[in-house]
């Protein structure tokens, strides 16, 4: 099993005595010591020993706090190095300033893995992060994993390891085939009452708190190892550990459990200033959105819709295709399904003649026995015409999954239970059931059966576009596996990166770059021009001025010398009447490229996932389109041309107007080169812009390029 994170965080992948992880010792502990118990079990610092009793924990519990002889029928120590073994975890509940010493002490002791429920730390200001800093040195200087502090702990239902004082192990906590995630407490913990509401069980439940050591990504990444997990959720509010997240991710991936995450932050408020299009473009949450379709995982909307997908992905299989058959006892019902299904990038197919005769043997004259089918209320008085019905629709070689859509239906729970389980053993496709307010009774039955019953018609269908989705990023990724070997590449220095050294290193990494020189004089730039041949472009050339167009500082279709000599000399001149103070090298010559459609090609540093590499629709509207895509780099060919199809414009590249359609292929080409240099490129690398980059019918050339590197 790979381990996640820790060179991450500081820590070498060290075992203890057992030969256990400390990840596993947080996860899965076999013991556990809890710091600063109190016997009275309704106080936050006394739930964890009412939780490991009630919840049936069957490993060794070790109580600690001076105060008492024993809690809950266990002996109680008045030290963590009295207990005479090293517990596999130790809850550290006491007040901030007493933190640093129970954790020196637990590390004295030899425990591997601590979880601090205190707050006080690094969420109350510049005091509380030395405090925090402190704590986290101490756990480093003891190879001991740290969970918090500020964070509600983690379950292991599995096993009855509570070691939290969240509400939710209050009520009822089934163990079930969801691991769960999340950076928020409090939030988390309303996600987990919805899970329980719904029927959900949660096998595991980790809050990361203020994630000073222990990350999401860790946690994430080692819950997916287990076999009990089928899929994965979470809650983010942030990424401190973009490596690790894509490491979880691939590895969800390869073992075809789902993924499905909320992110907050949708907006670029916190996106900086950059001097290139694509670092103008690439906010926290814009990248993260790339890189997450990248590697599989499915974003919801919220924590209702994040619901419906887990809920989905654990029960009926995952479809094969994007053909849903719609089969409901309302046409308004089915108009609205079809809508949102072809919104979401379903398809709603036409049954087959042998699909439509079937069904008109079975319903009602008054019945539709299109796509979708409407089998009216008379399914009431012969329940076999809903079975069949959905029967034939599946039966049909152009749909992939039906979605069923009831209403109310009390007094017939019993009845449709049978209906369903009955379908369920007779097909072989999934099916959804949409049933709008359903009675519990009903639900639970649904769910017993292994069914899924969503709360509405939207929900259904977007829940079984998320897994189609899912179903077809995993088929690629695992057709495309691994990342291309990219050699270091030598930093050029810091700054601005002269044009013609830009060009250079990009055409030695395989990218097409028009021919390029730089003219100190007019003379010297019809010199330039006769070598590359005529037309030309002319672009002023300053580490003062990276924005050309803004100045008059570019011209093209320059067609002769004389032409040439008049271009030089005005760029020039209003380079030097817009920006006064600023440094200018002289003027670039450039080869005149050709193509069609206008596209961005971009690189930037991540500060938390490293080199990202962005493809979008270029020109100068750019930063209003926003039609722009993320990916982590480096990527490969075909990466490159799911990146084209996620293009909002992408059907300029299919060829408009009459004009012909790009070479995709040259252009994937040169995207995936693109990428590659940003990965040779590591850390020196601050932002690449390929703005134009033009695709014809001949291929792609980019005849713009701005270079930043940090040394």
Known sequence: ME?????????????????????????SPRSIAIIGVSSDFNKLNGRVMKFL????????????????EEVGGHPCFAAIGEIGEVPDLAVISVPAKAVPGQIEAA????????????????????????????????????????CGPNTLGVINAFDGAFATFTQYGMGPTQAGPVGFVTQSGAFGTAIAALARKRGLGLG???????????????????????????TLAGYIEGITDGPGFVTAARRAMELGKPLVVTKVGRTDAGARAASSHTGALAGEDAVFDG?????????????????????????????????????????????????????????????????????????????????????????????????????????DPNVHVAAVWLQLMDGFVDTLTETFRELKAETEKPFVVAWVAAPEEGLRALRELGICALRGAEPTIDAIAALVDWNEARKAWL???????????????????????????????????????????????????????????????????????????????????????AAYERIVGRAKASAPEARIDGVIVQEMGQGNAELVIGLRRDPGFGPVVMV??????????????????????????????????????????????????????????????????????????????LAGPEGAIAVDCLLISDR
């Open 3 to 27: 381990s996640i994170s820790m060179e991450q965080t500081g820590h070498n992948p060290v075992t203890d005595r057992t030969g256990r992880d400390p990840l596993d010792c947080l996860l």
């Open 53 to 68: 009793l009630e919840k049936g924990y069957t490993g060794r519990i070790f109580p600690v706090n001076p105060k008492y």
């Open 107 to 146: 590390g004295q002791a030899g425990v591997r893995a601590a979880i601090v429920f205190s707050s006080g730390f690094g969420e109350m200001g510049e005091e509380g992060r030395r405090a925090e800093q402190q704590v986290v040195e101490i756990a480093r200087r003891h190879g001991m994993r740290l």
């Open 204 to 230: 595991y439940f980790a809050n990361t708190g203020n994630e000073t050591d222990v990350t999401f990504a860790d946690c994430l990444g080692r819950i997916a190892e287990d076999s009990r997990i089928t």
């Open 291 to 395: 890189i997450a379709r990248q590697y599989g995982v499915i974003r919801a909307r919220n924590e209702e819709h994040m619901l419906d997908i887990v809920d989905m992905s654990t029960t009926p299989p995952c479809p094969e295709g994007r053909g849903v058959g719609i089969v409901t006892q309302s046409g308004g019902a089915g108009v609205l399904m079809s809508d949102r299904a072809e919104e979401v990038g379903l398809e709603v197919p036409r049954l087959s003649e042998e699909t439509m005769a079937r069904l008109k043997g079975i319903l009602p004259d008054f019945g539709a026995a299109g796509n979708p089918v409407d089998v009216t209320a008379q399914f009431i008085a012969d329940p076999s015409m809903l079975k069949e019905s959905v029967k034939a629709v599946l039966d």
């Open 479 to 565: 057709a495309d596996q691994g990342d291309a070997a990219c050699a270091p590449l030598p930093a050029p220095g810091a700054g601005f990166v002269p044009t013609e050294k830009t060009a250079s290193m990009l055409a030695e990494a395989g990218v097409p770059v028009a021919r390029v020189g730089l003219a100190g004089s007019a003379d010297e730039a019809v010199e330039i021009a006769e070598g590359i041949g005529w037309p030309v472009a002319v672009k002023i050339e300053s580490a003062d001025i990276l924005h050309k167009t803004e100045i008059g500082g570019v011209e093209i279709g320059i067609d002769g010398p004389e032409e040439l000599r």
């Open 616 to 693: 979008g629709m270029g020109g100068i509207l750019i930063e209003v389109q926003k039609d722009v895509v993320f990916h982590r780099a480096p990527v490969s060919e075909s990466e490159a041309a799911r990146m084209l199809d996620r293009l909002k414009s992408k059907q300029i590249l299919n060829g408009v107007r009459g004009a012909p359609p790009v070479d995709r292929a040259a252009l994937c080409r040169m995207i995936a080169a693109v990428s590659r240099f940003g990965a040779s490129a590591g850390d020196w690398l601050q932002e690449l812009d390929l703005n134009p980059v």
